[in-house]
């Protein structure tokens, strides 16, 4: 990490992996293929936010699945029932998301101790609740149906490879904002926070401020990541935003691992695909593929406390120690990497060359 | 008046579950610095294991034992395979811990119990009993005495015996409960046991009035971290209060406005309490004195 702001510039192996990642859709033509994808775009989103809050600035929160349904009911309540504008609809979910992170920050983050993990899981039941009690809003139940496309300046993001295009274009310039936060002052301050409060202060570090900064912009990620996906589901139902979706996110920020944006991008990869299995390995008998989704959440739970315990530094570190050994015979990472698709592992690559580099 | 009275009956008895969730809270708190996120799962494990051990056929009392007995070794394990090995002085690590505790518990007992609410029988059968035209159910007596009952254990524990003693310097630090002899992570472990065992309490006597089943934990543990966060997270007496102040706010605000507002009490008590007053009911108390 000693290298976080030493270069100047993104690395190429980021650029091509963008490439690679623009021509999925070019390239593979099976379109639940691409929504999948999808699905990984939008969870990636989240992840970049929770890896500013949990990987950086050591915040740990319960609720996120929350903001992400405040954005995707926002966007669709606006655009269907007000009919305002996409673009309009998809604002106001990150702005909206925001505030709603900023009330729950105010008080929870002015103290030591851990109280934002408890108030964002407190928030994050009510949120659940309200999802369904205000049912003149949200649909109640039944959900919120009918919501239109995406669609900017009269192009109507319809098929599967232009909704993948948009999901990973508005992923992408979140993490290179990401990128730049994380190498400048900000980062810094962030990761000061993780190793501990009291030589961040002893540093001249605001660390409140910097705590609700990575908390709002957490949260306006999240609501955004909802806006897109009521745009690409077309229907958004309550029982998406509970507890185990926002312990997923939380997971895939730990299991990613602290101080790094391509660890958890690429534990979002890993476990997105994983939900999906049956996507990627057609051939996969029903009985595995059914047990996979029943056990789906006991995997994230075991999976924190074993990271935890084994690996406290994540995928992030578990691919650093890899590439300090240097020895051809690699990890378990590298195994994990070989079952998965490109898109899996190429998110975590460009840290982990600049580490090569840098040592 | 008589509805007043309703109110106050039925917040009482949900602020006796609470102090005791809240006890839980606090025991862990005390000797880690870290919040137990899993400690709403050992409530559920109280209610579960409760309609597990009378449906084997075991008669109440030898049920009731062996359901806070049990909870009390899975929350011991927990500790023993999950906490111990970090660490120590990372509370940041503890809590993920905890949530990831708590998940795989809760999804434990979702493939052992299954996803259908389950009841026990009242502890004793009988019409409610009428008082100044109030009705009280008998399983709400039950409650607050076996509250009372396990407050005043825990405060005998704490204050009369070498362990609780040895609790309490652990709380105080454990470096110098160290050099004094004490095996400190055995007192960890200590604190895991009985936070389950108090869950496991509240978890039993409340499951005859609302039921109970696998994903109940996560919302009676922020009910009852409110509880102990509006007690101050320390005092064990405000604690109890707390609990009780918190389930008399949330009985008014559902009896005299709606009752979906119930659940949202607890999110503005302790948003509000973490923003005006972090102290909690102990800092007033103190504040009071000074």
């Known amino acids: 990490m000693a290298d976080m702001g030493g270069k100047p510039r993104l690395p190429w192996v980021s650029w091509l992996i963008a490439a690679a990642v623009a021509c999925i859709p070019l390239v593979i033509t099976d379109r639940f293929l691409i929504k999948v994808l999808t699905f990984v775009g939008l969870n990636v989103l989240v992840a970049i936010g929770l890896a500013l809050l949990f990987g950086y600035t050591g915040q740990v929160s319960m609720g996120h699945a929350a903001f992400v349904g405040i954005g995707a009911y926002t966007c669709a309540f606006l655009t269907v029932r007000i009919g305002t504008p996409w673009i309009v609809g998809f604002a106001a979910a990150g702005v909206i998301a925001a505030a709603g992170g900023l009330l729950l920050a105010l008080p929870s983050l002015r103290l030591k101790g851990h109280y934002l993990a408890m108030a964002t899981l407190g928030f994050g039941e009510i949120m659940s609740l309200i999802f369904v009690e205000a049912e003149s809003v949200t649909g109640g139940v039944d959900g919120f149906a009918r919501i239109p496309p995406p669609s900017v300046a009269g192009f109507e993001f319809k098929e599967p490879a232009t909704l993948y295009w948009l999901v990973w274009a508005v992923a992408g310039v979140a993490l290179l904002l990401a990128y730049n936060i994380t190498r400048f002052r900000p980062g810094r301050a962030m990761l000061s926070l993780h190793g501990g409060e009291i030589g961040a202060v002893a540093s001249g570090v605001d660390v409140v401020g910097t705590k609700i900064k990575a908390f709002v912009i957490s949260a306006a990620l999240a609501g955004l990541s909802g806006a897109l996906y009521s745009g690409v589901v077309g229907f958004v139902s309550p029982s998406v935003f509970v507890l185990s979706s926002s312990v997923m996110y939380l997971a895939m920020a730990v299991i990613g691992g602290a101080g790094s944006l391509a660890g958890p991008v690429a534990a979002t990869a890993l476990f997105t695909l994983l939900e999906y299995l049956n996507a990627l390995i057609p051939s996969m008998p029903a009985p595995i593929a059914e047990n996979l989704g029943l056990y789906q959440t006991d995997i994230y739970g075991i999976a924190i406390i074993l990271v935890v315990i084994f690996a406290p530094r994540g995928l992030t570190g578990l691919w650093q120690r890899r590439r300090s050994a240097s020895s051809a015979k690699g990890g378990s990472l590298a195994e994990r990497r070989q079952g998965s698709s490109t898109q899996a592992d190429t998110p975590a690559r460009p840290e982990g060359l600049e580490e090569g580099e840098g040592t | ?290």
Not at chain 2, 4 to 11: D, E, H, K, T, Y
Not at chain 2, 20 to 34: E, H, I, K, N, P
Not at chain 2, 49 to 57: D, E, I, K, Q, T
Request: proline share 4%; charged share 10%.
């Open chain 2, 1 to 290: 008046m008589s509805e007043l009275l309703q109110f106050l009956i039925a917040g009482v008895k949900n602020g006796a579950i609470y102090a005791l969730v809240a006890l839980g809270f606090t025991v862990v708190f005390a000797s880690t610095g870290a919040i137990n996120f899993a400690q709403g799962e050992f409530f559920m494990l109280g209610g579960v294991l409760g309609v597990f051990f009378l449906r084997l056929g075991l008669p109440l009392p030898a049920a009731v034992l062996a359901a806070v007995l049990a909870t009390a070794i899975i929350g011991g394990a927990f500790e023993a395979l999950a906490i111990r090995p970090l660490s120590a002085g990372d509370p940041l690590k503890i809590i993920i811990v905890t949530i990831g505790g708590s998940v795989a518990l809760r999804q434990f007992a979702l493939h052992i119990f299954g996803p259908n609410e389950m009841i026990i029988a009242p502890f004793s059968s009988g019409p409610p009993i009428r008082f100044a035209g109030a009705a009280v159910e008998r399983q709400t007596l039950w409650i607050w005495g076996l509250t009372l009952v396990t407050v005043a254990c825990l405060a005998i524990v704490y204050q009369k015996t070498m362990l609780g003693k040895a609790m309490q310097a652990t709380s105080l630090s454990h470096d110098g409960a160290r050099l004094m002899g004490i095996d400190t992570k055995k007192m960890v472990t200590v604190a895991f046991v009985l936070s389950a065992a108090l869950g496991a309490v509240a978890g039993l006597a409340v499951t005859p009035l609302t039921q109970t089943a696998f994903d109940v934990g996560a919302g009676i543990g922020v009910k009852g971290f409110t509880a102990a966060i509006l007690g101050g997270l320390g005092n064990p007496l405000a604690t109890v209060c707390g609990g009780i102040v918190l389930g008399l706010l949330e009985s008014l605000a559902a009896g005299y406005f709606d009752p979906l507002y119930k659940d949202a009490v607890a999110l503005v008590v302790l948003l509000g309490v973490l923003f005006v007053r972090p102290s909690g009911l102990a800092g007033l108390m103190r504040r009071g004195r000074g």
